[in-house]
C-alpha cells in the first residue's frame, strides 16, 4: 500500500495536473456563479476530454470545477441575490442581506472559509470512512427516508420570520407545485391543465431561481427606477459613477471573528456529510437542514436572515460539506447518489475503471491520486478565492442601473442553458412573478423551496413504504425512523417550552 | 478607464476559456460532404452523463471523419423527453438534426402521451446497441433463479416487491410482459432510477430489482449481486452466465434498444450516407476501444434490420398497453 | 373582547387569508371530482391534498389573525412592483423569442442598452455605462454561451 500511496503522490504533485486542477476550480467558480449554470454542466461538458488526458489531470479538472462550482453559486447569491447554484439558495438567504448591508467581503469570505472547512472534512470522510457510512446509507429505505423528509419540514419554523401559517402555507404550496407532471407512481399526469409541456413537471432550477432570484430582480428594477424618478440626488454625484459608496477597509473579516462561527461551521459540516451520503437527498437539503438547525441552535437566532454570518457559515458548510460525501456511494457501491456522482462515475467509466468497491483495489494509484487531489484543490480553492474575492465584492456594488439587466440576462439564458428548455424559461419567468406576490404579501420564500425540494422525495418514500408493507405501522418499523421521529418531536416540545418561558 | 481595462480583462479571460475548451468540444470536419460544414446534432431526450449521452458520444469522435461537418451531442431532458422529441420534429428536414433514444420517448409516448406525430414519422437510420432488461437481487436472497422466483409465487401471489425504473418504462414493460404471459403478480414498487433501485435491492428493502446489464455486471462479477434471468432472445454479453427468460421456458423478450432516428420526411440518400458513414465510423478501433471501455457494448445495425426491430416494439408495446388499459 | 377584534375588512392580511382558502377550496373540489386516477392504499390525490388542507388551515388562522390584529403592515409600493414584474417578464418573453429572429448578441446587446438606459437618468450623457458596457457585456455572453456552451438556439421552436 505505501508503494500505491508513493506512486499516487508523484501522480497528484505532478505540476500539470496542480495546473488542471486550478484552471477547473477557476472555470467552476466562474460558471457556478452564474445562474442556472453549475458546476455540473461545465462537467458534463468536458467529459470528453478524459478521453485525451491522463487519468490524474482529468480527475484534477473534474475534481476542480466540482468544488469551485459549489462556491461560485454562493458568490452570486451574495452578491446579487441571484443563488448560481440550488446548493447555494440557503447562503443567499443571509449572505444577500449582508451585502444589502454594505458588507459583501465578509459574508464572502465566511462563505469561503465555511466552504472549504465543510469540504475538506467531507473529503477526509470520504478518504476513512466512507465503507462504514456507506453501510449506513444503505440501510436508508423508503420508511428511513420519509422520516428524514418528514423530520425536514420542521425547518419551516426556522426559515420563517412572521407568521408561521403563512410560512406553512408557502411550504404547502411548493409541495403542490412539486406535484405537477406525472405522478411517480401510477404514472398518471397531476395538475397539468392539459398542457403537455408541463408532463415533465417544474425543474429545480428554474423555479429556484425564479422564485429567490428574478423576485429579488424585480423589486430591486422597481427601486431603481422609483430612485430615478424621485429627483433628489444631485448629477454631480452620478456622473459616470459605477459603484455606490462602499467602504472596503470597514468591511473585513479577521480569522478570528471567523473562529467564533465554529458551532454554525460544524453543524453545516456534520449535517452536510451525512445527509450529503444520503443517494438522492441533495446539496440544497443539506445546506436548508444545516440553516435551521444551526438557527435552532445559535445563541443570535434572531440574527438569522437578517445578515448573520452564522447563517451565511451553516448554510454554505452544509452545501459543501455534500462534497465528498456525495461520492460515498459511488464508491462503496457503485450506486451514484447524485448528478455530481453519476458524472464522476461516467467520467471513471471512461478512464476504464468500473464504479464501486472494486475500484480502489484495482487502480489503487489513481484512486489514492484523485483523494490527494481532493485535499489539495480545497487549498488552491481557498487561494484562488482569496485572490478573486475582493473583485467579485467591488462587482456587487456596482451600481444597480447597469448590473440589474445584466443579472437579469444571465439567469435567463443560464436557466435556459441548464436544460436546454425552452420550457424552464417560461417557468422561470412565471415563478419571478410568483416570488413577487409572496414577497409582498408577506410570504416567506424559503419554505416554499423547501416543500419543493421535499415533496417528491417525500411522496415517493412514503407511498412506496405503503406498497411495500402494505399498513401504516410499517412506516414505524424502522429503528432509524423512530429516532427522527422521536428527535422532531422532542425539539418541538423542547423549543415549546423555551418559548412559554420567555413569555 | 477602470471599466475598459476590466472589459480587456474579461474578453481575454473568454478568449482563453474558449482557446483551452474548444478542442475538447469535437474535431472539425472536412467541408466537402453532401452533408455540408453546419453541424449534425444527436438530441437525447435525457439527462447528461447517462448510457445514452456516452454511446452518442463515441460518433462525436470518431464520426465528422467519415460523415464531415462536426458532430453535436445536445442533451434536452425537459418535459420527460418530449421537448427532444418535438425539437427533431420542428427542425429542418436535411438531416441534420437526429433524435438518439430508446424506445420510451418515441413508442411509450407516441402511445400515452398527447403528442403531433405518430409512430409512422419516424425512420431509423441505425442501431447502436440492444439493452437487454435484466432482473436481478442481492447475493445472500433466498431466491437463486427464475424457477425459484416463480415458485415462491405460485405458493404466495403477491409475495415479492419488485422495484424499477419509472413507470411504463423500458426496465417496467419487460415485467408487466411476464406477468401477463404468467398470470403471476408482484408488488411492484417504482423507484426514481436504476440507482434508487440497486439501493434499495442491495439494502434489503425489496426483492428484487430491474436493470440494464452494463450497470451490475460488476457487481454480479464479484458476487455482491445475483442476476436471474434477461428479457431477450439471445444472452448478454457481460452477463454469459445469465439465461434468458426463453430458456427458462418463459416466451417473453423484449429487449431496449437506443437507436438513432430521423424524421421520415429527410431524403433517403441522407439517411442512407448517414447510416454508411457512422457504421463506418463504429467500426474504427477507436471506436471500438470506446465502447469496450465505457461498457456501451455498440453492436451497429443498419437501417432496415433496426426498422423491423423498431415496428416490432411498437407492435409489443401497443399490445401490453392495450392489455392493462393505458390505451385503447 | 371587543377591543381585540378590529374591523377585519380594513387590513389586507385578511383578504390574503380568503385567498388561500379559495385556493385550497378549488384544489380540493378538483379532488374530488377531477379526473384522478386510484392508487392502491395511497393514491396520487393524498399529497396534493394534505397540501391544499394545510393552506386551508393557513388561510383560516392567516384570516383570524387579522380580525384580533396580527398582520402583517401592507407593503407601499404594491402596484409598481408588479407592473414592474409584468414588463420585464414580458420583456424576458420578447428577449427570447427575438433571439431566434435578430441573432443571439444583437438582441441581448439592444436589451441590455434599453434596460440600462430606462434606469439611468439622462442615458446619452453616460454613454459609457449604458451603452459600452451592455454592448461589451453581449458580446461576452455570446461567447460564454453560443461559442462555449452552444446552447442549442435559433429553429425549431417549440411548443
Not at chain 1, 447518489?337 to 489503487?364: E, N, Q
Amino acid at each position: 500500500m505505501l508503494e500505491a500511496l508513493t506512486d499516487a503522490l508523484s501522480l497528484a504533485l505532478d505540476p500539470s495536473v496542480l495546473m488542471f486542477v486550478a484552471l477547473g476550480i477557476l472555470l467552476g467558480i466562474t460558471l457556478g456563479a452564474i445562474p442556472g449554470l453549475s458546476g455540473d454542466m461545465a462537467i458534463a461538458l468536458l467529459l470528453p476530454t478524459v478521453f485525451y488526458l491522463e487519468p490524474a489531470s482529468a480527475l484534477g479538472l473534474l475534481v476542480g470545477i466540482y468544488k469551485g462550482g459549489m462556491f461560485g453559486g454562493s458568490i452570486s447569491g451574495i452578491t446579487f441575490g441571484v443563488p448560481g447554484t440550488p446548493g447555494a439558495a440557503a447562503t443567499t438567504i443571509d449572505g444577500y442581506q449582508a451585502k444589502l448591508k454594505g458588507k459583501p467581503n465578509r459574508a464572502l469570505h465566511t462563505a469561503l472559509y465555511s466552504s472549504v472547512a465543510g469540504d475538506t472534512s467531507s473529503d477526509l470522510i470520504l478518504i476513512f470512512i466512507a465503507l462504514p457510512l456507506a453501510a449506513v446509507a444503505l440501510k436508508f429505505g423508503p420508511v428511513e427516508f420519509f422520516a428524514l423528509y418528514a423530520f425536514s419540514l420542521l425547518l419551516i419554523s426556522a426559515l420563517t420570520r412572521g407568521q408561521l401559517a403563512k410560512g406553512v402555507a408557502a411550504c404547502a404550496l411548493g409541495i403542490l407545485l412539486s406535484m405537477i407532471g406525472r405522478d411517480p407512481i401510477g404514472g398518471s399526469l397531476r395538475m397539468t391543465f392539459g398542457m403537455p409541456e408541463l408532463a415533465g413537471g417544474l425543474s429545480l432550477i428554474p423555479v429556484l431561481v425564479g422564485i429567490f432570484a428574478v423576485s429579488e430582480l424585480i423589486v430591486q428594477v422597481s427601486k431603481a427606477w422609483a430612485a430615478k424618478s424621485r429627483a433628489i440626488v444631485e448629477d454631480a454625484k452620478e456622473k459616470s459613477k459605477m459603484f455606490s459608496d462602499y467602504d472596503a477597509a470597514a468591511d473585513k473579516l479577521p480569522f478570528r471573528d471567523f473562529l467564533k462561527l465554529w458551532k454554525a461551521t460544524a453543524i453545516g459540516t456534520g449535517t452536510g456529510t451525512l445527509i450529503g451520503a444520503l443517494p438522492g437527498a441533495g446539496s440544497s437539503l443539506a445546506a436548508f437542514i444545516s440553516y435551521g438547525l444551526a438557527h435552532r441552535f445559535s445563541r443570535n437566532g434572531d440574527e438569522f436572515g437578517k445578515g448573520s454570518m452564522e447563517g451565511v457559515a451553516s448554510a454554505e458548510a452544509g452545501n459543501s460539506a455534500t462534497s465528498g460525501s456525495t461520492l460515498i456511494p459511488l464508491f462503496a457501491f457503485g450506486i451514484p447518489g447524485s448528478a455530481t456522482a453519476a458524472l464522476f462515475g461516467a467520467a471513471f467509466i471512461l478512464m476504464g475503471m468500473s464504479p464501486g468497491p472494486t475500484m480502489v483495489r484495482d487502480h489503487s494509484d489513481v484512486i489514492y491520486a484523485l483523494f490527494i487531489i481532493l485535499i489539495y484543490a480545497n487549498l488552491v480553492n481557498l487561494l484562488m478565492g482569496k485572490v478573486l474575492l475582493p473583485y467579485y465584492s467591488k462587482m456587487s456594488m456596482v451600481q444597480p442601473r447597469i448590473l440589474l439587466p445584466i443579472v437579469f440576462c444571465l439567469a435567463i439564458f443560464g436557466t435556459y442553458a441548464a436544460g436546454n428548455s425552452l420550457i424552464d424559461v417560461w417557468v422561470l419567468l412565471g415563478a419571478g412573478l410568483l416570488g413577487v406576490v409572496l414577497r409582498l404579501y408577506g410570504f416567506p420564500l424559503a419554505p416554499l423551496i423547501l416543500g419543493f425540494i421535499v415533496g417528491p422525495g417525500a411522496e415517493r418514500a412514503l407511498r412506496q413504504s405503503l406498497l411495500i408493507g402494505g399498513e401504516w405501522s410499517y412506516l414505524f418499523s424502522s429503528p432509524i425512523a423512530i429516532g427522527f421521529y422521536a428527535t422532531a418531536l422532542g425539539l418541538i416540545l423542547l423549543f415549546t417550552l423555551l418559548l412559554r418561558n420567555k413569555a | 478607464m477602470m471599466m475598459q481595462r476590466k472589459g480587456l480583462v474579461v474578453a481575454l479571460t473568454a478568449a482563453t476559456l474558449g482557446a483551452a475548451v474548444g478542442p475538447a468540444m469535437g474535431s472539425e470536419g472536412n467541408g466537402d460532404s453532401p452533408l455540408g460544414n453546419s453541424p449534425i446534432r444527436l438530441v437525447i431526450p435525457f439527462g447528461p452523463g447517462g448510457g445514452s449521452d456516452m454511446t452518442a458520444r463515441v460518433l462525436t469522435a470518431t464520426a465528422p471523419e467519415f460523415c464531415g461537418p462536426r458532430i453535436d451531442v445536445v442533451s434536452m431532458s425537459g418535459a420527460a423527453g418530449l421537448e427532444a422529441v418535438n425539437y427533431v420534429m420542428n427542425a429542418e428536414s436535411d438531416g441534420h438534426t437526429l433524435l438518439v433514444t430508446d424506445y420510451g420517448p418515441i413508442v411509450t409516448s407516441g402511445y400515452v402521451d398527447d403528442v403531433e406525430w405518430s409512430h409512422d414519422d419516424w425512420d431509423p437510420v441505425m442501431l447502436f446497441t440492444e439493452w437487454l432488461p435484466t432482473v436481478y437481487t442481492r447475493a445472500d436472497h433466498d431466491i437463486d433463479s427464475i424457477e425459484d422466483w416463480v415458485a415462491q409465487l405460485e405458493a404466495e401471489p403477491n409475495s415479492v416487491t419488485f422495484a424499477h425504473a419509472a413507470p411504463l418504462g423500458i426496465v417496467h414493460l419487460p415485467l408487466i410482459l411476464f406477468e401477463m404471459e404468467t398470470g403471476l403478480e408482484n408488488r411492484h414498487i417504482p423507484t426514481s432510477g436504476g440507482g434508487e433501485t440497486r439501493s434499495m435491492v442491495m439494502g434489503g428493502h425489496v426483492d428484487l430489482g430491474m436493470t440494464l446489464p452494463a450497470s451490475i455486471a460488476a457487481e454480479v462479477e464479484n458476487g455482491t449481486l445475483k442476476a436471474l434471468g434477461t428479457f431477450a432472445d439471445e444472452r448478454a454479453d457481460v452477463l454469459p452466465d445469465v439465461p434468458t427468460f426463453k430458456e427458462a421456458g418463459y416466451d417473453v423478450s423484449l429487449p431496449a434498444w437506443l437507436m438513432i432516428f430521423a424524421k421520415d420526411d429527410v431524403p433517403q440518400e441522407t439517411k442512407a450516407f448517414l447510416q454508411d458513414c457512422f457504421m463506418e465510423a463504429l467500426a474504427t478501433p477507436t471506436a471500438v476501444s470506446m465502447s469496450d471501455r465505457t461498457n456501451a457494448g455498440i453492436d451497429p445495425r443498419g437501417m432496415e434490420a433496426s426498422a423491423d426491430l423498431y415496428r416490432n416494439t411498437v407492435e409489443v408495446v401497443g399490445n401490453i398497453l392495450r392489455e392493462i388499459g393505458e390505451i385503447d | 373582547m371587543s377591543s381585540m377584534l378590529r374591523n377585519p375588512l380594513r387590513y389586507q392580511d385578511f383578504y390574503v387569508g380568503l385567498v388561500l382558502i379559495a385556493l385550497a377550496a378549488a384544489g380540493l373540489l378538483d379532488i374530488a371530482y377531477g379526473n384522478w386516477r386510484i392508487g392502491q392504499t395511497m393514491g396520487p390525490e393524498a399529497f396534493p391534498q394534505v397540501a391544499y388542507i394545510a393552506i386551508l388551515m393557513a388561510g383560516v388562522l392567516v384570516s383570524t389573525n387579522a380580525c384580533i390584529g396580527q398582520h402583517d403592515s401592507r407593503q407601499e409600493d404594491i402596484v409598481s412592483v408588479l407592473v414592474t414584474g409584468v414588463i420585464m417578464v414580458s420583456g424576458g418573453v420578447l428577449l427570447f423569442l427575438l433571439v431566434g429572429r435578430l441573432g443571439f448578441t444583437v438582441t441581448l446587446a439592444s436589451a441590455l442598452i434599453a434596460g440600462s438606459s430606462l434606469l439611468t437618468r439622462e442615458p446619452l450623457r453616460h454613454w459609457k455605462t449604458t451603452i459600452l458596457l451592455p454592448i461589451l457585456a453581449a458580446v461576452v455572453m455570446y461567447f460564454l454561451f453560443v461559442q462555449l456552451i452552444r446552447v442549442p438556439l435559433a429553429s425549431g421552436w417549440l411548443f
